[in-house]
T-cell receptor, first 114, second 114 residues
């Protein structure tokens, strides 16, 4: 069964600290993996996308890694800011089909406190 | 370029009523997908429209339906509302061509069923 699991479910960190969010998936075959950031009351916004051959992708203070062999990805946030408080969603795409071949994790709720 | 817009942003209905939600995609995007997001389930795929045709469908009952117009704008209808339909309904648009097309999400419509 194609699944995407994220951990932890929620996380509270102090402003300025680093954190790492995890995403494990069983989706096969694999096309790409995206990390989205979703602010409260807003739609998700793409942070990074990685294909099978990529193992690291950065977007400012956000760095995503992918190990396609173990089917694991992580999102590392450096020097966190209050504006990083949001839900982070991992989405894995299978190559066949359209939007119905996107598999969503339930997200990690990150809260950054001063 | 304007982003994806959804109307209304908030809606309160009672059980048994029906509701229509609207989504205007980014100009030039031909694919529109609809998702239901609840705290426990994460994002659940409802359906995808491409060039006025439903291209893919998720596992939702027939009470959930949609359509797409020639200008790519899309509407989603839910009939005979149930309490469990309370959720954030997100619309996402993409060019709709290759498998790496990024989806751009709208801000969502928050539906509350009383």
């Amino acid at each position: 069964k194609n699944q995407v699991e994220q951990s932890p479910q929620s996380l509270i960190i102090l402003e300025g600290k680093n954190c790492t969010l995890q995403c494990n998936y069983t989706v096969s075959p694999f096309s790409n993996l995206r990390w989205y950031k979703q602010d409260t009351g807003r739609g998700p916004v793409s942070l990074t996308i990685m294909t099978f051959s990529e193992n690291t992708k950065s977007n400012g203070r956000y760095t995503a890694t992918l190990d396609a062999d173990t089917k694991q990805s992580s999102l590392h946030i450096t020097a966190s800011q209050l504006s990083d408080s949001a839900s982070y969603i991992c989405v894995v795409k299978s190559p066949r089909g359209g939007a119905n071949n996107l598999f969503f994790g339930t997200g990690t709720r990150l809260t950054v406190i001063p | 370029k304007a982003g994806v817009t959804q109307t209304p942003r908030y809606l309160i209905k009672t059980r048994g009523q029906q509701v229509t939600l609207s989504c205007s995609p980014i100009s030039g995007h031909r694919s529109v997908s609809w998702y239901q997001q609840t705290p426990g389930q994460g994002l659940q795929f409802l359906f995808e429209y491409f060039s006025e045709t439903q291209r893919n469908k998720g596992n939702f009952p027939g009470r959930f339906s949609g359509r797409q117009f020639s200008n790519s704008r899309s509407e989603m209808n839910v009939s005979t509302l149930e309490l469990g339909d309370s959720a954030l309904y997100l619309c996402a648009s993409s060019l709709g061509g290759t498998e790496h097309n990024e989806q751009f999400f709208g801000p969502g419509t928050r539906l509350t069923v009383l």
